[in-house]
C-alpha cells in the first residue's frame, strides 16, 4: 500500500442518510473507499510468468497507478498453462480493482485489491446466459431513501441450466448511515438481486474440461442505481462502503479473485481462466 500524495483521485460523495439510533456512522464513514477499475490483457507463457502486459486506455491513467501496475505485474505468477501448438505464450483479458482511503493525516492509500483474468474460450466450453438476464426488482424502500449499490452474486448453476443456488458474495453500498441500518440496506439489495438469479436460465458447456461437471460456479456483479445517483462509468473512481465477503456454501474454498473487479451485467464462470498463484501486490 502506497500514499497517493499528488495522484489525480476524483472522490465522490457518498450520499448520506439519517442516522438514528444505534451504531456509530462515524465508524462506518472510515470505511468509505474509492475504486478504479482497470482493464487490459496479460501474456502468459507456459511456466506461469509474465510476459507482458497492455492497459486500455492508459494515457488517461494517473501516473502514479499505471507505475504501480507496471510494478507488480511483471511479479505474478499463474498456474502452468498449455499453450496452443506453434505458440509460445497466451493472452487474456485483464481487470484490476484499484482502491484507495483517506488516511488520517488527510492523505490516501492506494492498492491493488482485486484482479480478474479471463481466456477467451468458445461460446460451446463455458457456462453462459441463455436469455437476456432479467434485472432484479429495485427494492422500494431503498429507492426512496436513495441507497445504491452493488451486488456480488455467486450462482450455483445444475446441469440442466436452471440455478440450484445463489448467495451475494459481497455488497458494497453507495450510501452512509449507522451500522444496522447499513446491514439492513445490504440485506435489502442482496435478496431481491438472488431472488431474481434464481429465475434465470443459463446454457452448460457442451464441449472441453468442464462438459462432465456436476456444477458449475458463475459470478455475475448486479448494480442498483438509485434515482439521482450516477451510474459507474468505466475509468472514473467510484466512491462506496465494502460489505464483508461471504464465503460460498458449496464450496470448500473462496476464489482467489475479488469479487469486486468484475464489470456488472457479466457472467463469470469461477474456476476459468487463469489461475494466479502469487499475491497481487502493487503495495
Partial sequence: MR????WALGLLLVTGLAWGEGGKPGDVRKQIESSLLVKG??????????????????????VGI?????KAVPQWRFEPIKLKEGTQRARANMSIRIVARKLDDGNFAVDIRGAQFGQEQPDTQTVRSKDRLTPPRYPEK???????????????????GQVIDAVAE????????????????????????MAAAMKWTFTPPTEGEEVAAPYWSVRVPVDFIAPGQAEPKDYAWTTYVPGPRQL???RTEISGAGADALVAGGVYPLDSGLQLKTPLGGS
Fill in 142 to 160: 431503498a429507492a426512496y431513501a436513495g441507497v445504491g449499490g452493488s451486488v456480488y452474486l455467486v450462482l450455483k448453476v445444475g446441469r440442466d
Fill in 170 to 193: 459481497q455488497v458494497n453500498l453507495r450510501v452512509v448511515t449507522n451500522g444496522y441500518a447499513m446491514t439492513r440496506w445490504r440485506d435489502m439489495l442482496a435478496k431481491s438481486a
Fill in 3 to 6: 500514499k497517493l500524495g499528488g
Fill in 248 to 250: 460460498i456454501p458449496w
Fill in 41 to 62: 490483457a496479460i501474456d502468459i507463457n507456459a511456466d506461469g510468468s509474465v510476459a507482458a502486459h497492455t492497459l486500455e486506455r492508459e494515457s488517461e491513467l494517473p
Fill in 66 to 70: 499505471v507505475a504501480m501496475i507496471g
